[in-house]
Nanobody
Framework: QVQLVESGGGLVQAGASLRLSCAAS????????MAWFRQAPEKERDLVAA????????YTADSVKGRFTISRDNAKNTMYLQMNSVKPEDTAVYYC????????????????????RGQGTQVSVSS
């Protein structure tokens, strides 16, 4: 049973930094693409950033480009999202997701591409 557990969320002021972590257990995901999504109240779930299995390829949404960085440490079976200069509009529940099949060099952009999903961590940014 694969589990993804997010951590690092919280309440911060605009302009602050946060680092979210997504720890995987039950299976090594070092060759599997992963991603961060977020969902704000009464809004659709959106892709924030995605990363290939090796970490060599990434995608970042325009809304967070230049502020957020996705990375992974395959030795720790963990993915990260470094969030800098956060804004109130970044307030959302952040979810991590991973594919069950190997995809060392590709990134995937839709929620349905991912087979494993975490429970989410709340990020709230005050102005």
């Amino acid at each position: 049973q694969v589990q993804l557990v997010e951590s690092g969320g919280g309440l911060v002021q605009a302009g602050a930094s946060l680092r979210l972590s997504c720890a995987a257990s039950g299976r090594t995901l070092s060759s599997n693409a992963m991603a961060w999504f977020r969902q704000a109240p009464e809004k659709e779930r959106d892709l924030v950033a995605a990363i290939s299995g090796t970490g060599g390829r990434t995608y970042t949404a325009d809304s967070v480009k230049g502020r957020f960085t996705i990375s992974r440490d395959n030795a720790k079976n963990t993915m990260y999202l470094q969030m800098n200069s956060v804004k109130p509009e970044d307030t959302a529940v952040y979810y991590c997701a991973a594919r069950s099949s190997y995809s060392s060099s590709s990134v995937f952009r839709t929620w349905s591409d991912y087979d494993y999903r975490g429970q989410g961590t709340q990020v709230s940014v005050s102005s």
